[in-house]
């Protein structure tokens, strides 16, 4: 099996079985990509570590994070307009905070050509929403490649580079949680034989790029005729095809789908052995409309399959109207249909629903569910140590506000902290409104270290400025872990250290506290006094990601092994303090109601120790 650097060195075609993030580095590497940035969200953070994979000084591109999606989608946009061939990459929710620029791309000559990969969450995996970005796409008049699987992936990647390279555009790359996790083995073809070439190539004269208003009109009607270009090659592309049926029957049956639907449909068709064509679309946006309206002519009946929001379905009705198409539309007729992820399954059931004669719904299989298991903080997280000390100290009836990462896990049970989630950065500013006018109730907000670079700084300076009668705990761990430990800014990976505690200053605060999250006696009285400040308040609540310490250190000591804490049964009064209110996974409750410790699972850390009434938890000698 392939490693990554060899997946990305590889001079010659080969075969390898991949993930379709893994076969998208791939094809950023052969297609001469030059520009590459991300801010890490999944499910694209493996796009990252394969591209990391080569030593900096070998990479014929240049790889960076972002502070966020917004500043990734620039720096790749200012690429493109400097004749090198960029790609931005970020989960589905990132797209809301890089749209600001992301509407602007098609007005411009992007001389290298820039592909914005999207990774979109169908069934919210690891997202607040299930947002369908092929909204985005429509108003921004970005053209929607949809891969299906990751062998496509790897052919749509290199299509929509060349294209996009060619036309001087953006292209929109669409794939979903399933396509870049899923597994194929794909067909590579060789790199380049040719030094990428870093002449800058930038020209006021290549634009106009300053929007004003006299401009804005000729910059639309050119993103308008682009767009009516890009129609043209969905018409005649092969990424857009028909696979007829062997079968037939009375009717003549169709189906349309884009992406992974589409493969799930076509394996549903093959298997019940069902006399259904398929449309499937891997260049949805902008609808080949005479492709469509061919098949809709050839079919007295189609079903338009979809995952998540009715996005073609809209477009396919609205062009079989306009012209005059008998054609039976079928689609999805309730709520539940429009969330959650497709399956062969779940197409199979959606064609029976139509045609129940033809493709009898299939038996339902008794099975075990597996029992759920909540996720988790790990063993040793500054997290926990802080939520428990500050749960203990928060006054009755105040409110708390969450925000994304590691920390939103505080939200379940019993910790019970972050009764609001909107979106990345949010928590300070709405804890903002919150407090205003509320008798009397103390607000509390949480925020990450990543976090706080990536979005929560303007809403800082605001409670800053505006002396919001709020504190915030800003938990610091030092890198962006829950999407994989990638860098942020001023943890010294990647440039100098920043001083979280004088960048605050800087902005404005007047309190501020800090600590180690591990010392909760601190850390509950430095709450109580900031709830009793009247105004801004802020805590550093500070401790390494204990996930990334125990990696680096058996790294650094191979056979390491962390001194695990252990339960004195004598002394144990059957608190369970550490069990149900601190809540680390190591302790396990017995039936005889005793406790012990998993030392699979402990690494050690002890912040446990002083949480038990008993004193019962100690080093193990």
Not at 48 to 56: N, V
Not at 237 to 245: D, E, G, R, T
Not at 343 to 358: D, N
């Amino acid at each position: 099996m392939l490693s990554l650097a060899e997946l990305m060195t590889e001079k010659e075609g080969f075969s390898a079985l991949v993930m379709g993030n893994q076969a998208l580095a791939r094809a950023m590497a052969e297609a001469g990509t030059m520009v590459i940035t991300s801010y890490p969200g999944s499910p694209t953070p493996e796009i990252a570590e394969a591209l990391l994979s080569i030593p900096e000084k070998n990479r014929p591109y240049n790889f960076q994070f972002a502070v966020n999606e917004k500043v990734a989608l620039e720096t790749a946009a200012g690429a493109s307009l400097n004749g090198h061939p960029s790609a931005v990459f970020f989960k589905s929710v990132g797209l809301n905070v890089a749209a600001d620029s992301l509407v602007q791309l098609s007005l411009m000559e992007l001389m290298g050509g820039m592909v914005v990969i999207l990774g979109d969450d169908p069934g919210a995996n690891s997202s607040q929403n299930e947002q369908d970005n092929r909204w985005f796409a429509r108003m921004a008049y970005l053209p929607v490649f949809e891969p299906g699987s990751p062998a496509e992936v790897y052919v749509m990647y290199r299509a929509a580079a060349a294209q996009a390279r060619e036309r001087r555009a953006p292209v929109l790359l669409r794939l979903t949680t399933h396509v870049c996790h899923a597994r194929e083995n794909v067909k590579f073809g060789s790199l380049p034989w040719t030094a990428p070439d870093w002449s800058p190539v930038f020209s006021a004269a290549n634009g106009p790029y300053v929007p004003i208003t006299s401009a804005v009109f000729p910059l639309k009607k050119r993103a308008l005729e682009k767009l009516a270009a890009w129609s043209d090659y969905g018409e005649k592309s092969a990424l857009n095809a028909v696979y007829k049926s062997p079968v037939t029957a009375g009717r003549r049956l169709g189906a349309v789908a884009s992406g992974l639907p589409a493969l799930c449909l076509l394996e549903a068709v093959r298997a019940a052995g069902a006399p259904v064509d398929v449309l499937k679309l891997g260049v949805s946006y902008p609808l080949p409309q005479k492709l469509v309206a061919e098949f809709l002519h050839a079919h007295d009946e189609i079903y338009l399959l979809e995952e998540l929001d009715r996005v073609m379905e809209t477009e396919i009705k609205a062009l079989a109207y306009d012209r005059g198409i008998g054609c039976r539309i079928h689609c999805r007729r309730s709520d539940e249909e429009l969330m959650g992820e497709m399956s062969p399954e779940r197409a199979r059931a959606a064609l029976a629903a139509a045609w129940p004669e033809l493709l009898p719904a299939p038996e339902k299989r008794a099975h075990a569910a597996p029992a759920p298991r909540a996720p988790q903080m790990c063993p040793g997280c500054g997290h926990r140590s802080a939520f428990h000390a500050i749960k203990g100290a928060l006054p009755p009836g105040a409110i708390t506000v969450g925000d994304i990462g590691c920390h939103s896990l505080g939200f379940l049970p019993p910790y019970n902290m972050g009764e609001v989630l909107l979106s990345m950065g949010h928590s300070v500013s709405t804890a903002a409104g919150l407090a205003l006018n509320n008798g009397g109730r103390k607000v509390v907000a949480f925020v990450g270290d990543s976090t706080f670079f990536h979005a929560g700084m303007p809403g800082v300076v605001n409670a800053a400025w505006r002396d919001s009668d709020v504190t915030l705990v800003l938990l610091d761990n030092g890198t962006t872990a829950m999407t994989g430990h990638q860098p942020r800014p001023g943890n010294g990976e990647l440039g100098e250290r920043l001083s979280l505690h004088e960048l605050l200053e800087k902005l404005g605060v007047k309190f501020l506290r800090e600590c180690d999250a591990y010392d909760q006696p601190k850390l509950a009285d430095f709450l109580k006094e900031a709830m009793a400040h009247p105004g801004f308040a802020v805590i550093i609540a500070r401790h390494p990601c204990m996930l990334k310490f125990m990696r680096d250190k058996r790294h650094a000591s191979p056979g390491f092994k962390p001194p695990h804490v252990t339960v004195a049964q004598g002394s144990c009064a059957r608190h369970y303090v550490c069990a149900a209110e601190f809540a680390c996974p190591s302790f396990i409750r017995h039936e005889d109601g005793s406790v012990t410790v998993n030392e699979e699972l402990c690494i050690g850390d002890g912040s446990c120790m002083q949480t038990c009434p008993s004193q019962a938890i100690g080093r193990k000698k």
